[in-house]
């Protein structure tokens, strides 16, 4: 069994930071790609950044230049730093994990049950 398990949500001031952590766990194989997205209420979950198992990264063109994405492939973690808050980057941020538990296994997506960010004043 496949557990993610994310950590580092929180209030904070306009312009803050904070860094969000998650740790992948249980039966792995392999992790292939890695990544956060968010959801607010009564809105899709959208993609904020992922990052594959070589390092190549992606953005939400609304995080980019604020946002930083990276991990530790030996720890089974992924860490998303991030700056210059503002109030819409408020959300339940859910890590994710594109992986094989077992060598025989299909590739599947993983995902933790979020951190909430809260941003205001």
């Known amino acids: 069994q496949v557990q993610l398990v994310e950590s580092g949500g929180g209030l904070v001031q306009p312009g803050g930071s904070l860094r969000l952590s998650c740790a992948a766990s249980?039966?792995?194989?392999?992790?292939?790609?890695m990544g956060w997205y968010r959801q607010v209420p009564g809105k899709q979950r959208e993609l904020v950044a992922t990052?594959?198992?070589?390092?190549?990264?992606n953005y939400a063109d609304s995080v980019k230049g604020r946002f930083t994405i990276s991990r530790d492939n030996a720890k089974n973690t992924v860490s998303l730093q991030v700056n210059s808050l503002k109030p819409e980057d408020t959300a339940v941020y859910y890590c994710?994990?594109?992986?094989?538990?077992?060598?025989?296994?299909?590739?599947?997506?993983?995902w933790g049950k979020g951190t909430l960010v809260t941003v205001s004043s």
């Open positions: 994710y994990a594109d992986l094989k538990a077992r060598p025989s296994s299909l590739r599947a997506d993983y």
């Open positions: 990052i594959t198992n070589g390092g190549r990264t």
């Open positions: 249980g039966s792995i194989f392999s992790i292939y790609n």
